[in-house]
């Protein structure tokens, strides 16, 4: 998005996490095409800043670190607050999924790396931007889980389970914040990422062919959701969690 592209300024300010690129680089793509300012999270600097040169360096910041790390949370929010003077919104974004097998068969300090990373995470991001601004000032936060959260996954289960943690999460959220600051979430189904290549990768249209709509998810898509949820249009909308998922979930019914 060039300088000249740039729509005037809509006066919010959004932190998004993981957001080099995939899903969360689709919503700081969505929101600084309204008009936010935006702060981007991820472990690679170099990712990091040539996703500033794409969304606008004058809109645009990065701060580097590991999503779990609560001194990079910390830093975040003060980076944020101190370039741009609020924090709006949250889009917790990031997350791993560094195994793919039976559950049974699950180590149980990945599960543990799993949850810090994909549900404490966003527990700690969502308690450094309500102290720091929304708590005085109100905002939105959004949650990115998964479809995984909302059914049996095999063979990604410790995947799943957070993201079923991470929608309950949104729901003590939303409780304990209203009606200051909203909380939802969304549940894509597969998106064209990086990070979920490998259901997808050298079978794409196999693995489109059960979508009623025809494809594949687009960061694109989940973007749009986020716009949404953090914007006047869903103002009485909270502690929900927003399927986004091609109509995949049409299939689950017998017959």
Known sequence: MSTQELPALSGKVALITGASRG???GVA????ARGDRVCITGRGEEALREAVERLGSDRVIAVPGKAHDEAHQAAAVAATMEAFGRVDFLVNNAGTNPVFGPIAELDLGVARKVFETNVVSALGFAQQTYRAWQKENGGAIVNIASIAGLS???FI???????AAMINLTLQLAHEFAPVVRVNAIAPAVVKTKFAAALYEGREVEAAAPYPMGRLGEPRDIGGAAAFLTS?????ITGQTLVVDGGIFLNAGVG
Request: zero cysteines.
């Open 23 to 25: 899903i969360g680089y």
């Open 29 to 32: 793509e969505a929101l600084v």
């Open 152 to 154: 049996a996954s095999p």
């Open 157 to 163: 289960g410790a995947y799943g389970m957070s993201k």
């Open 232 to 236: 006047s249009q869903s103002d009485w």
